[in-house]
């Protein structure tokens, strides 16, 4: 098959950790067949930089006529030092999630046998994790009504949820329970907020069409408990778009790291595979950073966009290969023995 993948390196660790799955989807490509044309576009600070616009009109071009997006990280200390400046990268980001529709982020967690010991989390706790987030990613407060009034002395940010966008992303979990244990538990504050209060009223209405799904409706202050004290006893979550961006941060101390957390963000029309992390400007041109939530965006994006579930597999074998043998980043390694971003890249690329 051919694909014409768009591909936004961004900021920071972006453009190391995307070579590094650049490398290893072609090594799929070239051991299945298929043949893949990566078209590379601006996007967060690099395109302020260059045209001053963080997700230019031609970015959104390539995109919306790609396959498929992969993304690798957007941000720099020159804006989050500045809260003033008017134009910001994760604008960017927040402008190409609404405009190619991406309202579902699926961001799961799961534990690697060889990893368990290194996680702060005792092995009893996490062992056997195996759980998915669907975020909503389009909505909520991140688009909401914001700004100051009061001459700047008081700021607003709006949390606004309709019923259509409920159900959309509800759909999706409710589906996706049902391919899994039938188990659904959504996150909200509805003992507080309005919007959470839509959400439990939505969700409870669908139960009816999914009988077999077991639905639970946790409050979000204790799911950010349940989930490092007893995560296994979760399987699907979903949640609004910040609660989901803080509780999947959270989530990666139970796999180990940060730089092992991938995701899809999914739209009616096309999908964005993305690692959950940031441009981690400390790690930048350092050659440190973890590439494995990059690669395994590329295998989720084989499995999800391109539905070819054995190129994902072989991708996956590649990263428990290399977690089991300490092929490893510094996030992961025993003291002195850590390999280089591109190292571990060029080390999954021929052990596809
Ligand atoms: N999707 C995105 O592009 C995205 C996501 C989060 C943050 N950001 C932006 O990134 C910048 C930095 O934000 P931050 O420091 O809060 O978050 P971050 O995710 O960049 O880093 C937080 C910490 O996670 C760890 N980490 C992250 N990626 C790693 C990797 N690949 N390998 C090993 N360890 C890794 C590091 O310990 C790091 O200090 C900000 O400008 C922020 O807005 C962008
Ligand atoms: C950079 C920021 C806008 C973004 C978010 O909050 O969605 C990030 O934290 C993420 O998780 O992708
Ligand atoms: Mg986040």
Redesign the pocket.
Known sequence: MKFNIALLAGDGIGPEVIDQAVKVSDAVAKKFGHEITWKPALTGAAAIDAVGDPYPDATHEICKNADAVLFGA??HPKYDNDPSAPVRP?QG??KMRKKLGLFANVRPTFTFPSLIDKSPLKRERIEGTDLVFLRELTGGI?FGEKGRRDGGETAFDNCVYTRAEVQRLAKKGFELAMTRSKKLCCVDKANVMETSRLWRETVQAMEKDYPEVTVSYEFVDAVAMRLVQWPNSYDVLITENLFG?ILTDEASVISGSMGLMPSASMGADIALF?P?H?SYPQATGKNIANPMATVLSAAMMFETAFNLPEEGQAIRDAVNKALSEGIVTEDLADKGKAYGTKEVGDWLAANI
């Open positions: 957007i941000g994760e980001l927040l991140y961006d993305e959950i940031g």
